[in-house]
T-cell receptor, first 113, second 118 residues
Framework: AQSVSQHNHHVILSEAASLELGCNYSYGGTVNLFWYVQYPGQHLQLLLKYFSGDPLVKGIKGFEAEFIKSKFSFNLRKPSVQWSDTAEYFCAVKNNAGNMLTFGGGTRLMVKP | SAVISQKPSRDICQRGTSLTIQCQVDSQVTMMFWYRQQPGQSLTLIATANQGSEATYESGFVIDKFPISRPNLTFSTLTVSNMSPEDSSIYLC???????????????FGPGTRLTVT
């Protein structure tokens, strides 16, 4: 069975700091990769996705993620965070065997103004 | 994308009772899913709701406890039966394959139903 690991459970940053959230998955075949964000009191929103092609994908609000197949990783990055980026971030993976999304444990990001 | 609504948004229920959660989408979708997000934890897939046939359950979830209906391409229900405090969780409806992109794998999530069982 596939699994998804997010190594940072809680991250605290000051505004303008750079962000990188780790995501690793275990599945040897073709995958689709996603990052979702859940702002306080709101529902899950899709931040960005990778299906194929350029391994560096850009999402909304200045976020980007890089798929490194050899490392089974899909880390999320943002050069300069804002207070409004305070949220919980979930990495998710879908393999080509079905429609199921497997989620990582989530990373709570707090950005101090 | 799709606009997804869930009813109720929250409820407090007594143990032993059942609650049915509704999920309505503003357009036809190919796939509908039900997830659970327990306090402080990530999302776990309960089942895939299949239109016109029995839902496909993930390991650890059974139809008797979580019966699911999907009568058409825009609506599904999840019932949490014979509830216990361990069922306290947020239950989320998710869809993929929206009109115009029926084979897309992107999943969109509803606002969730926060259930507390006392």
């Amino acid at each position: 069975a596939q699994s998804v690991s997010q190594h940072n459970h809680h991250v605290i940053l000051s505004e303008a700091a750079s962000l990188e959230l780790g995501c690793n998955y275990s599945y040897g075949g073709t995958v689709n990769l996603f990052w979702y964000v859940q702002y306080p009191g709101q529902h899950l929103q899709l931040l960005l996705k990778y299906f194929s092609g350029d391994p560096l994908v850009k999402g909304i609000k200045g976020f980007e993620a890089e798929f490194i197949k050899s490392k089974f990783s899909f880390n999320l990055r943002k050069p300069s965070v804002q207070w409004s980026d305070t949220a919980e971030y979930f990495c998710a993976v879908k393999n080509n065997a079905g429609n199921m999304l497997t989620f990582g444990g989530g990373t709570r990001l707090m950005v101090k103004p | 994308s799709a606009v997804i609504s869930q009813k109720p948004s929250r409820d407090i229920c007594q143990r032993g009772t059942s609650l049915t959660i509704q999920c309505q989408v503003d357009s036809q979708v190919t796939m509908m899913f039900w997830y659970r997000q327990q306090p402080g934890q990530s999302l776990t897939l309960i089942a895939t709701a299949n239109q016109g046939s029995e839902a496909t359950y993930e390991s650890g979830f059974v139809i008797d406890k979580f019966p699911i209906s999907r009568p058409n391409l825009t609506f599904s229900t999840l019932t949490v039966s014979n509830m216990s405090p361990e069922d306290s969780s947020i239950y989320l409806c998710s869809v993929s394959g929206t009109s115009g992109r029926p084979n897309s794998y992107e999943q969109y999530f509803g606002p969730g139903t926060r259930l507390t069982v006392t």
